[in-house]
């Protein structure tokens, strides 16, 4: 949703105070002279922006009194369902999810609808990969990179991360394929055959994947769609079994977009330190953050045990396949491993995103891009207020996705066929567990402009999943 | 050696008839006369190009009888030395290696001394590749590949692969980031931990490496640099231990550039229908073969157990990074795993090569590569054979690198340091195998072009290690 008018912009700002609860379910909020005079608009503008918020069921207006967050708010549905604390057991992937990662493991929707413009960021981008190919000269193409990666993309993603404050020299990170690479790379590095690993629950797919590829075991940790993964169960966990790697995403975590707080990544990294834990980092979502950008685990890293592992996929472009990991005490291995099983990376891409990010072209692209989705996700909370019954919505300050909780009754890994039947593909909660829990959730993406198509297909799921 | 003038034609002719053994060791070559008629050159001509033969010492010329093939000519003198039979036992790298394949793993005697012209076969991918990045459209950039890769890529390889007897659909395809990567995958996809894999002594590094990280065992069978695996000592190993993968380089095998007959291709197949090994086929040479291009394994795989691995390092840039997978029986496996290690690949990268080869670009740089590539080759054989002593050298029909065989005395690990204090790096026989053997043996690649730089530091070579 562009906010080019002043009643958008004012409605966002509204809907972000109630997201935020700094008006709680049933509160009054400011009087609509008070808005008028602290936004410098007009009474039609603020009126155009309440009518909007009370359109979307979020803000009741009582006369005489004033305007209400609505008890139905979105702020107050934050999903409630927690995973169980269970014994670490081995993953095995379901056929579902193989199915739905095949479908270009995009998790759209609508996968093959490619709507929109290029964002300008990217048509950027591209020409920056241009130039950069049109250099080579010599016998350049007879040379592969280093398996470390191109030095200057190395120097930019430093530079970038030191502004969240973790002070990394560029020899501390290794450009991979992606962020699953990466990921890839840092269980292989820092595990055995048979160790523990605990993870997010509910948490990415990807990670519980490769924990069955490396014949490694799995634990999972209640998270919550508020404040991420739960340091209790943690410790709880830490307490009754041998754990050798903890997998987080301290930032945005895929499915719920929940956060941790700084304290609880303290915290962890003192329950690592205590445990003798690897600590693997998921910072993918960390630069689409509606606010500030969150410091990652990495910068409170003062043991050397935290490997961060990220990439341009969802921040910039999924076709890039270019991601990093900075591998903490595991770098050396990681290196090796890097150029074992890949030799190296492409170095003209790597040349031509390292001069897209020094001339400004990333950090535009960036401001750009947290708009766009802070509008979408807006959107996708406003049309997901029309479903009925009891419908619980995590409210995530960055990310991609919205995590759903839907009546007990629901079973959407009974829905996905049927939906497909339709064209539409939904993300069913049990993916992002080992255990078969969330069989009423389901994560939905509002990574994409949010277009008459887009918005059919997602009227059409209440009557699929409610019915 | 570019090949402009018909001294330099004639001269090269000769060249390969003598290492062909057309004319062998003592035979005497066609009359001048014979040789102005049948070449419709001058006299002049073919005086020159003798004389350059025999300035290199590989004619002798005998007053009133004619010009001979010398004793001491290069195709004589093939190497002798032969891997022993070992017992299966796990890979432990060397550190040299590291430090070799840190250096940018090109292998390269002056891995900073990038020189030459952009060959216009380059050029014309990297519009290819601009073409395709200028047609993303709308919101593209939001979706990952499919595991398997473009299909359109894929179509173009299943037919460049039909040309060579392999009738494979794209289907049976999957792109990868380079050869390494699809050895990684198909290594992963068809051993367990501990499983012995039989490979070739001498070979290729790259596959010891992979072995050391799965936790594989190895069997070295010896490998001829005339006709590559020695099939009697693969049966041999094959009765003596259980082997559950054969991994092997039919066409131009690094370090030698040996090739299989085909007769010796199928006798390896019904070995390992016997056995029932997976056969890895490493066909990444294949396609800068001087002559015909030969057949692979992989068209002789009756029984869905060749696994065929290649890429686009050799043939048109190392630093594309993608290469392709078939993987018979095991290819759904092998799709899994790139999809839980990587995703996917580069859609707007493959559509580009796809185009390029659509277009016939492809196949146009092939016959300038195969040609520049004979022409460094006969170079560096020549500039060999000025060395002094027993130094025998592999007389490769494709490929990058000639095997020299040094006498017994010399210690090319010993020697390494020293040409490294000049700039020279030098790529030692032990590296390609894990029993220590081939100390008096080291590969030099004849991939770039030679200018003199690059003369000069192999002519410091004889000095270092003769001495």
Request: glycine share 8%; proline share 5%.
């Amino acid at each position: 949703m562009a906010q080019n008018f002043r009643y958008q912009q004012l409605e966002a700002w509204l809907l972000r105070g109630i997201e935020e609860q700094r008006w709680r379910e049933g509160e009054r909020l400011p009087s609509i002279r008070t808005l008028c005079r602290e936004h410098a608009v007009s009474k039609a503008t603020v009126q155009h922006a309440l009518q909007r918020l009370e359109a979307r069921g979020l803000v009741e207006a009582r006369a005489k009194a004033g305007h209400f967050v609505s008890p139905r708010g979105v702020a107050a549905r934050q999903p409630l369902s927690r995973a169980r604390i269970e014994a670490p057991r081995p993953v095995t992937a379901g056929d579902l999810l193989l199915d739905i990662m095949g479908r270009g493991a995009a998790f759209d929707l609508l996968p093959d609808h490619h709507g929109g413009d290029l964002p300008a960021g990217i048509v950027a981008l591209n020409r920056s990969i241009g130039r950069a190919l049109r250099r080579q000269s010599g016998d350049d193409f007879q040379y592969y990179d280093t398996p470390a990666g191109d030095t200057g993309l190395r120097e930019q993603l430093a530079l970038h991360l030191s502004r969240r404050g973790a002070r990394l020299e560029p020899d501390q990170l290794c450009i991979t394929s992606g962020c699953q690479h990466a990921l890839f790379l840092a269980l292989m590095a820092c595990c055995e055959r048979g160790d523990v690993v605990a993870v997010e629950s509910p948490g990415f797919y990807g990670v519980m994947q490769l924990i069955e590829q490396l014949d490694l075991q799995v634990v999972e940790i209640p998270t919550s769609s508020e404040s991420g993964m739960d340091i209790d169960a943690l410790t709880e966990v830490l307490q009754r079994w041998k754990v050798r790697a903890c997998v987080v995403s301290p930032a945005f975590a895929t499915p719920s977009g929940a956060s941790m707080t700084d304290a609880a990544k303290q915290h962890l990294l003192e329950l690592a330190q205590k445990h003798d834990l690897a600590v693997i980092e998921d910072d993918i979502y960390a630069d689409t953050a509606f606010g500030p950008v969150p410091d990652p685990l990495k910068s409170f890293d003062s043991d050397n045990r935290v490997i961060l592992c990220s990439s341009f996929s969802k921040n910039l472009s999924r076709d890039l396949r270019l991601g990093w990991i900075s591998g903490a005490r595991w770098h050396g291995r990681i290196l090796h491993l890097k150029l074992v099983t890949q030799l190296a990376s492409s170095r003209y891409l790597q040349q031509g995103v390292a001069e897209f990010i020094a001339d400004g072209g990333f950090a535009a692209h960036l401001r750009r891009l947290r708009n766009d989705l802070q509008g979408r996700r807006d959107r996708l909370l406003a049309l997901l207020h029309t479903w009925p019954g009891d419908v619980r919505v995590s409210v995530p300050q960055g990310g991609l996705a919205a995590w759903v909780e839907l009546p007990d009754t629901v079973d959407t890994l009974a829905v996905y066929p049927q939906a497909l039947e339709q064209g539409i593909v939904i993300t069913p909660g049990p993916l992002f567990c080992v255990s078969g829990q969330f069989k009423n959730c389901l994560r939905i993406s509002f990574a994409h402009p949010w277009d008459d198509a887009r918005v059919a297909a997602l009227g059409r799921l209440p009557d699929l999943l409610l019915k």
